[in-house]
């Protein structure tokens, strides 16, 4: 019997087996050590040693992690409020155009291919002291802007990062709006209803789903966001820019204490389980289907 | 005559009003100002790597060289070997490809025509991962390499490119709308399930395989920090080389031979973005309709 299922199973089991062993080797084991890990001391010559709570008490009481969890606040913030809404804006618009509309996308998504790097390279040209913003504002009579000063470093970032990737969130939503049946623009106009009315009562409500897919999307990527703010500023000036993140893998790849990092992470990662149990337990709260 | 064009928010009707057209101007300009942002860092690079380091520093600077300087470029070589990273980045790049779609293209199938016990418990085992951030295994992840006795060969990246859930749920959507009678004529026609993945899925999934090949070709070459914690410099991937050499926070490099390099890495990409639009942009809604 128990011979004839498994033959009955073999191909299925056949094919994914693999794939189970390879989430298995590079995905839950690393997530439950990671979890392990930050209750001992990792030291790769004499053998890990378990040091109970001493690394979270470590770390808790490490005067910059008050400073990265602001700046990672922060950092979500200003993203919101400069990057969020300037796709969608942008998506609109691209729509609304009687011609080009074509190469406008295409044109937009185009900083979406620059590898990170050269991003970061053309970026920390862009603002450099002598480089070519400052000098158009030395040009018009303006003073030059120190794009890399402790209260304008998390800006520059912000706005590099947006010119990067407000292309590609404008082109899903760009597919959002073209789903929003024509009629409903053509009924509310004969009911009166101005442009912006037409925006605000069916554009917006129409692409809603997808404002907050990618509302959550963006909160989750910059939550976790420490490569640009560790290439174009260090995490500097002053930590004006340490991030949670980088503060992690700087533990880890600078100090190489394994073990306060992986706390760290814990920590990151308990925190997030949390939020998410939350919005799902308000969500459910919040619609009956 | 031309047919009437679909309307979109404003209506033919709606332009008759001063108003909605001053809107409607401001709009296009506004357009046309961020189209002219989106392209002048990409011709002010190309620029950059020709210019001499004094025009570099010239005031105002010109905004084309007056001698276009080739030579930048092959002064770059002495930096930085690019072709041997170019050739890295490809060579992890084409194990990943070849790892991630053998193992993830057949999980896939199994679980969206095959019989498997707990079928849905298997899934939930995979797509679970989806949940847990990325950050909270940076470490661990290390580590786990390094047990494995991983670090330093490319089998560090071939290996887990195979742990991608969403990939794989893009896969095993994707599988799921072949039709089953396809499979079941093959069947009785004594194909093996292996025939009916290779002859029937697979030819069926080219433009989802071309998406995922292409999504997988910008991670690789994107990826700059990872690959310069678990490899050492003669086998490092291109963002990592120029990472470590290059452009590390107060580098000194000359200007024009950073811009070089810049423009060189940024080719590939682009040609491939050129070829393959349809499939990346189409790639982008992949991620929106999971939701």
Redesign the interface.
């Given at each position: 019997m128990a011979f004839r299922?498994l033959r009955?199973?073999s191909?299925?089991?056949l094919?994914?087996i693999?794939?189970?062993v390879?989430?298995l080797?590079?995905?839950?084991?690393?997530?439950v050590?990671?979890i392990g890990?930050s209750f001992y001391k990792?030291d790769?010559v004499s053998g890990n040693t378990f040091v109970g709570l001493r690394n979270f008490r470590e770390v808790l009481a490490n005067p910059d992690l008050p400073t990265a969890v602001k700046n990672t606040l922060v950092y979500m913030f200003w993203a919101l409020v400069i990057g969020f809404w300037i796709p969608i804006a942008?998506a609109?618009?691209?729509?609304?155009?009687?011609r080009f509309q074509g190469?406008?996308?295409?044109?937009?998504?185009?900083?979406s291919?620059?590898?990170?790097?050269?991003l970061?390279?053309?970026w920390?040209?862009?603002y450099d002291p002598?480089g070519?913003i400052n000098?158009f504002l030395?040009?018009v009579g303006l003073p030059e802007f120190d794009f890399y000063s402790k209260g304008h470093a998390v800006f520059s970032l912000i706005i590099m990062e947006t010119?990067q990737n407000f292309?590609?969130a404008a082109?899903?939503y760009v597919?959002?709006l073209a789903s929003i049946p024509?009629d409903l623009?053509?009924a509310a106009?004969l009911d009166g209803a101005g442009?912006w009315a037409?925006?605000r009562y069916?554009?917006l409500p129409g692409i809603k789903?997808?404002v907050l897919?990618?509302l959550v999307l963006q909160l989750?990527a910059t939550?976790?966001a420490f490569?640009s703010q560790?290439?174009?500023?260090?995490g500097g000036p002053d930590n004006a820019t340490l991030t949670y993140?980088l503060l992690?893998?700087r533990e880890?790849?600078v100090y190489f204490d394994?073990g306060r990092?992986?706390a760290l992470?814990?920590l990151?990662?308990l925190f997030?389980a949390a939020i998410?149990i939350l919005t799902l337990k308000l969500r459910r709260g919040d619609d009956p289907a | 005559m031309k047919p009437p064009?679909?309307?979109?928010?404003?209506?033919p009707?709606?332009f008759r009003k001063t108003g909605?057209k001053i809107?409607?101007g401001f709009?296009?300009i506004?357009?046309c100002l961020?189209?002219l942002?989106?392209?002048y860092?990409?011709v002010?690079?190309f620029l950059?790597s020709l210019k001499s380091t004094e025009e570099f520093?010239a005031?105002?600077?010109p905004f084309f060289p007056s001698r276009w300087l080739w030579q930048n470029y092959k002064d770059s070589l002495d930096y930085l070997d690019i072709f041997l990273y170019f050739k890295n980045t490809l060579y992890i790049y084409a194990g990943n490809a070849l790892v991630s779609l053998t193992?993830?293209g057949?999980?896939a199938?199994?679980?969206a025509h095959?019989?498997?016990?707990a079928k849905k418990w298997?899934s939930l085992?995979?797509m679970s991962?989806l949940?847990?951030?990325?950050?909270?295994?940076?470490?661990?992840?290390?580590?786990?390499l390094?047990d494995?006795g991983l670090l330093n060969t490319f089998w560090a990246f071939w290996?887990?490119a195979?742990?991608n859930?969403f990939y794989?749920l893009i896969l095993i959507n994707f599988f799921e709308g072949i039709h089953k009678e396809m499979l079941e004529s093959a069947r009785i026609d004594g194909a093996?399930?292996f025939r009916c993945?290779l002859s029937i899925a697979v030819p069926l999934s080219v433009p989802i395989i071309v998406t995922l090949l292409l999504l997988g070709f910008?991670t690789v070459?994107?990826?700059?920090?990872w690959s310069s914690?678990v490899l050492k410099t003669e086998k490092l991937p291109?963002?990592a080389a120029?990472?470590t050499m290059?452009?590390?926070?107060g580098s000194t490099i000359n200007?024009n031979v950073?811009?070089a390099?810049?423009t060189m890495?940024?080719v590939p990409?682009?040609v491939?973005?050129l070829f393959f639009?349809k499939y990346?942009?189409g790639g982008?809604?992949l991620?929106?309709v999971k939701?």
């Amino acid at each position: 019997m128990a011979f004839r299922s498994l033959r009955r199973y073999s191909w299925g089991l056949l094919f994914l087996i693999p794939e189970i062993v390879i989430f298995l080797v590079f995905l839950w084991i690393p997530i439950v050590k990671g979890i392990g890990y930050s209750f001992y001391k990792v030291d790769f010559v004499s053998g890990n040693t378990f040091v109970g709570l001493r690394n979270f008490r470590e770390v808790l009481a490490n005067p910059d992690l008050p400073t990265a969890v602001k700046n990672t606040l922060v950092y979500m913030f200003w993203a919101l409020v400069i990057g969020f809404w300037i796709p969608i804006a942008m998506a609109v618009s691209v729509s609304e155009l009687k011609r080009f509309q074509g190469p406008a996308r295409i044109v937009g998504y185009l900083p979406s291919i620059i590898p990170a790097i050269v991003l970061y390279g053309m970026w920390q040209w862009f603002y450099d002291p002598v480089g070519p913003i400052n000098t158009f504002l030395n040009s018009v009579g303006l003073p030059e802007f120190d794009f890399y000063s402790k209260g304008h470093a998390v800006f520059s970032l912000i706005i590099m990062e947006t010119w990067q990737n407000f292309g590609s969130a404008a082109l899903i939503y760009v597919a959002g709006l073209a789903s929003i049946p024509k009629d409903l623009y053509e009924a509310a106009e004969l009911d009166g209803a101005g442009v912006w009315a037409r925006i605000r009562y069916v554009t917006l409500p129409g692409i809603k789903n997808l404002v907050l897919l990618l509302l959550v999307l963006q909160l989750i990527a910059t939550s976790q966001a420490f490569q640009s703010q560790m290439l174009m500023f260090g995490g500097g000036p002053d930590n004006a820019t340490l991030t949670y993140l980088l503060l992690m893998t700087r533990e880890a790849f600078v100090y190489f204490d394994f073990g306060r990092a992986s706390a760290l992470a814990t920590l990151m990662f308990l925190f997030l389980a949390a939020i998410s149990i939350l919005t799902l337990k308000l969500r459910r709260g919040d619609d009956p289907a | 005559m031309k047919p009437p064009r679909d309307r979109a928010i404003m209506s033919p009707h709606d332009f008759r009003k001063t108003g909605v057209k001053i809107a409607y101007g401001f709009m296009v300009i506004g357009v046309c100002l961020i189209s002219l942002s989106m392209l002048y860092p990409f011709v002010n690079t190309f620029l950059n790597s020709l210019k001499s380091t004094e025009e570099f520093f010239a005031f105002p600077p010109p905004f084309f060289p007056s001698r276009w300087l080739w030579q930048n470029y092959k002064d770059s070589l002495d930096y930085l070997d690019i072709f041997l990273y170019f050739k890295n980045t490809l060579y992890i790049y084409a194990g990943n490809a070849l790892v991630s779609l053998t193992f993830m293209g057949l999980a896939a199938y199994s679980l969206a025509h095959l019989k498997v016990p707990a079928k849905k418990w298997i899934s939930l085992y995979f797509m679970s991962t989806l949940m847990i951030p990325a950050a909270s295994y940076l470490i661990p992840n290390f580590l786990n390499l390094k047990d494995l006795g991983l670090l330093n060969t490319f089998w560090a990246f071939w290996l887990p490119a195979g742990a991608n859930a969403f990939y794989l749920l893009i896969l095993i959507n994707f599988f799921e709308g072949i039709h089953k009678e396809m499979l079941e004529s093959a069947r009785i026609d004594g194909a093996s399930e292996f025939r009916c993945v290779l002859s029937i899925a697979v030819p069926l999934s080219v433009p989802i395989i071309v998406t995922l090949l292409l999504l997988g070709f910008s991670t690789v070459w994107n990826d700059f920090y990872w690959s310069s914690l678990v490899l050492k410099t003669e086998k490092l991937p291109i963002g990592a080389a120029i990472y470590t050499m290059i452009i590390y926070p107060g580098s000194t490099i000359n200007w024009n031979v950073r811009f070089a390099i810049l423009t060189m890495t940024l080719v590939p990409p682009a040609v491939l973005f050129l070829f393959f639009q349809k499939y990346i942009i189409g790639g982008l809604s992949l991620g929106a309709v999971k939701g």
